[in-house]
């Protein structure tokens, strides 16, 4: 008797595996029919999401700023496409914006690609330039869109290589490399950093205990 009941158990397992992969191809098409449709309203939105992430950066940044009147310190510089301001992603000259100090600067637009015969697929992507003369580093960033289970998923890359790095850390990375023309805020890993930093605020706390 427990033996049939066994051979049962694995006979519906088998029937749940079969929906499941069934359930899974469905979804999955689903998904590719209506990806252009999706990303075509998503990634504009997600684009203003980011750039005002970065509006906000690059505000406290300058705010944050204590000017010395005999050494003035640059600010960061910021600068909008009409189309940014209005909210329009498709008329006019696109989406734009561009931040810039001293040696750093970065571009961040919407781009639409054309495909044959379906909707064109919006994506983000940013130019940035840092250094300059024979020090002057160019790096290309992208941010793609895909539907998976009916979500949306980004993938964020750096001159072609997948970055596993949160979005919503973007816009200060972006902002770091350009008032400091480092570009390796844009896939540096902190985790270090912060082990660094809190190894020598244990390091001091124990000196001053110990003096």
């Known amino acids: 008797m427990e033996e049939s009941l066994r051979t049962r158990a694995r006979l519906l397992d088998m029937a749940r595996l079969d ?4 359930a899974r191809l469905a979804q999955s098409q689903l998904d590719f029919s209506r990806r252009g449709e999706i ?7 997600k684009y203003l999401e980011i750039v005002g992430s970065l509006r906000a950066a690059v505000r406290s940044y300058n705010d944050a700023l204590r ?11 910021w600068y909008e496409s009409p189309n940014v301001t209005l ?3 498709v008329a006019g000259d696109g989406m734009r914006i561009r931040l810039s ?3 750093g600067q970065f571009e961040l637009v919407l781009r639409f690609v054309n495909r044959n015969k379906k909707p064109d697929v919006p994506i983000i992507e940013g130019y940035g330039e840092f250094g300059k003369d024979l020090n002057k ?3 290309l960033l992208r941010i793609e869109g895909w539907v998976e289970h009916g979500e949306i998923r980004y993938w964020y890359n750096l001159d072609f290589k997948r970055q596993h790095i949160p979005l919503h850390e973007v816009p200060d990375r ?4 350009v008032v400091s023309s480092d570009y390796s805020h844009l896939s ?20 001053g205990r110990k003096s």
């Open 87 to 89: 909210r329009e992603p």
């Open 39 to 45: 990303l075509f309203k998503a990634v504009p939105e």
């Open 19 to 22: 929906s499941d992969n069934a």
């Open 188 to 207: 540096r890993d902190y985790t270090d950093d912060d082990e660094s930093q809190l190894t020598g605020v244990s390091s001091h706390s124990d000196a």
């Open 101 to 103: 100090r001293i040696t």
């Open 67 to 77: 000017q010395v009147p005999e050494n003035p310190i640059p600010y960061c510089q």
């Open 174 to 177: 972006i902002v770091m490399a």
């Open 137 to 139: 580093r160019r790096v």
